[in-house]
């Protein structure tokens, strides 16, 4: 009988140690599942914030290109509003009466005193030679106004109604171009 005992001794600690090595095993198996299962729930996570940000990003593009094009809809209404207003000054200005325009000429050769030669519209002509001394010097294509020269014609100052139309109108486009490129 020694050696039923023997066998039985060994078979249960074999069956022990097998136990033991499974639970072994078990657990280091659910650690891995649960280091796994960790793992992928941080790359979840992950991956919804970076989809978060990236939504909200494309969110800000749009909003960003919607205001863009907005504006840029509303500067092209006020260029259009500022030519037609350009157009309508050009007809009012062609429109003055001869008096309005004798005064309006006036006003501009008044402090005027350096220069020595003097141009206009073939229509002011009449106007500028009655209402000063200055030699004139001809017609120039203009709606009105003068040009005024020194005597050896190295300076000249344009007192034109176009000129100064020109120089509001540029003003304007600059205030224009700054709103769109802020």
């Known amino acids: 009988m020694g050696l039923e005992v023997v066998v039985k001794a060994v078979l249960a600690k074999g069956e ?4 033991h090595i499974k639970q072994e095993g078990i657990d280091e198996a659910n650690a891995i599942k649960a280091e796994a299962e960790k793992t992928v729930r941080k790359i ?4 919804r914030e970076h989809t978060a940000e990236q939504i909200e990003h494309r969110k800000r593009m749009e909003v960003s290109s919607t205001n863009l094009e907005v504006k840029r809809g509303i500067l092209n209404v006020q260029k259009e509003v500022l030519d037609e207003t350009y157009e309508d000054a050009k007809r009012a200005l ?8 004798e005064t309006v000429i006036k006003g501009l050769l008044e ?3 350096e220069f020595q030669r003097v ?3 073939k229509q002011d002509e009449p106007i500028v030679r009655r209402i000063t001394q200055l030699e004139y010097g001809g017609n120039i294509n203009c709606v009105g106004g003068v040009m005024l020269e020194n005597d050896d014609g190295t300076v000249t100052r344009d007192l034109t109604f176009d000129s ?3 120089s509001v109108r540029e003003k304007s486009l600059k205030q224009i171009s700054e709103i769109l490129s802020e």
């Open 164 to 166: 100064v139309l020109e």
């Open 111 to 113: 402090s005027q005193t």
């Open 16 to 19: 022990e140690e097998a136990n």
């Open 119 to 121: 141009y206009s519209s």
């Open 44 to 47: 979840l996570a992950d991956k």
């Open 94 to 101: 062609l429109a003055l009466s001869e008096p309005e325009r």
